[in-house]
């Protein structure tokens, strides 16, 4: 089992940049794919990154290609989503996502993920 927290939320004009960082307890973070979804008011959520559990290979949605970058750190069981040059659009809370069944490959579908944190706000004003 895995128990996660998120920080970095916050309000930043569009064209800026924020780092989410997303801290897991237990010994076997190493072992879970890592994912970063949002969700803003009124729609579903939805996929922004993905990261295996090694950190080989990476993932993300089309709307935040080139602009957001995902990495993570075993050592310190840490995930962390860079976004740049941030949009109106990507107003939304931001929820860190683990997937312990599949630690490979790519997976968008959030009922893949078992765990959670309780999200970040992220607010991106014009």
């Known amino acids: 089992q895995v128990q996660l927290v998120e920080s970095g939320g916050a309000l930043v004009q569009a064209g800026g940049s924020l780092r989410l960082s997303c801290a897991a307890s237990?010994?076997?973070?190493?072992?879970?794919?890592m994912g970063w979804f949002r969700q803003a008011p009124g729609k579903e959520r939805e996929f922004v990154a993905r990261?295996?559990?090694?950190?080989?290979?990476?993932y993300y949605a089309d709307s935040v290609k080139g602009r957001f970058t995902i990495s993570r750190d075993n050592a310190k069981n840490t995930v962390d989503l860079q976004m740049n040059s941030l949009k109106p659009e990507d107003t939304a809370v931001y929820y860190c996502?683990?997937?312990?069944?599949?630690?490979?490959?790519?997976?968008?579908?959030?009922?893949?993920?078992?765990?959670w944190g309780q999200g970040t706000q992220v607010t991106v004003s014009s």
């Open positions: 996502a683990a997937d312990g069944t599949r630690p490979y490959g790519s997976t968008a579908d959030p009922r893949e993920y078992g765990y």
């Open positions: 990261i295996t559990s090694s950190g080989t290979s990476t």
């Open positions: 237990g010994r076997t973070f190493s072992t879970y794919a």
